[in-house]
Every structure is written in C-alpha cells, then in structure tokens.
C-alpha cells in the first residue's frame, strides 16, 4: 500500500517541536479523537518509549503497540506500530523541517509494511480515512504545541 503523507507549518522551532514530540505521553493530547485508552511503557521519551493505544477509525476498533524506533534530534522521530494482532505492521515518522522565514515545516508519513488483506482490497478508502485523521492530527498538533510553548513561557 501507498503510504500517506500530512504536513503542516507551525511558529515554533525545530528543536521546540522535537522536545515536545519526543515525550510519548504528549502525543495523546493531538491523537485522542481516534486513539484512546492510552497505556505507557518503557521510557518517557526517545527510543524504545512505547504506548500501547486503541485505534478507532472506519467503524473499526483494534489495538495498537506504537514504539519509538530512532530519533535523531531535532529532525526526525520514526514509530514503528503494530495492530490487528500482529497482521498490521506499519511505520510512522515525524520530520522536521526549519522554514526559511522561521518555524518548523512538519510532516507525518504512515508508511504499511504489512497490510491485512481487508485493509489491501479497500486500500483507497484506508488511505483517505488515515490522511483525513492525520490531517486533524496535524492542526491539533499545532495547537498543542501553541499551548506548550505559552505554557513553557509563563
């Protein structure tokens, strides 16, 4: 399967948005609209933390191990998941960009290594329905972060 790719522009820096994406636990703040029941494990932050999360996209509900599998501050995090007992393998990876005219240019990519069949015969659908998800996560990403900045200033 393709994978999908959202991006959005945010005022902080690089190195704000690494920080704050590095901590697993604040991922739950800008993923709960799908991703609920969140349960932490390993470190707080960098490789090997973990959550373990339920998914609930499409009418379908199904947990997911997500593990922080490389970090190289402050440009890139890559999460590898696991769901749909073990049948679902895929990668996701933050990037980060420094904008020209300052802030942060931030993309998400969800990359299926492996694909149930259902997922494979209505992959156009799974696409569109993970791109609108992570679109939502994007611009709530971006508030949280506009939050943890003023937080972090106060």
């Known amino acids: 399967m393709k994978s999908v790719t959202v991006s959005i ?11 704050f994406l590095d901590v697993m636990a604040h991922h739950e703040r800008f993923t709960d609209h799908y991703l609920t029941g969140w349960r932490f494990s390993g470190p707080a932050r960098g490789v090997g933390s973990c959550a373990t999360v339920t998914a609930a996209l499409g009418g379908m509900k199904t947990e997911v191990t997500i593990k922080v599998v490389e970090a190289e501050a402050p440009r890139r995090i890559v999460e590898h998941n696991v769901s749909a007992a073990g049948r679902r ?3 996701g990876t933050y990037a980060m960009e420094p904008l020209r005219t300052g802030g942060t240019h931030i993309s998400f990519t969800y990359t299926w290594v492996r694909a149930p069949l259902g997922d494979r015969l209505l992959a156009a659908v799974v696409r569109t329905t993970m791109r609108h998800a992570n679109r939502t996560v994007m611009r709530r990403l971006a508030t949280e972060l506009a939050r943890h900045a003023s937080a972090a200033d106060s």
Do not use: M, R, S, W
Request: overall charge negative; glycine content about 8%; proline content about 14%.
């Open 89 to 91: 393998l895929a990668h």
């Open 9 to 19: 522009d945010v005022p902080q820096t690089p190195e704000q948005v690494y920080g």
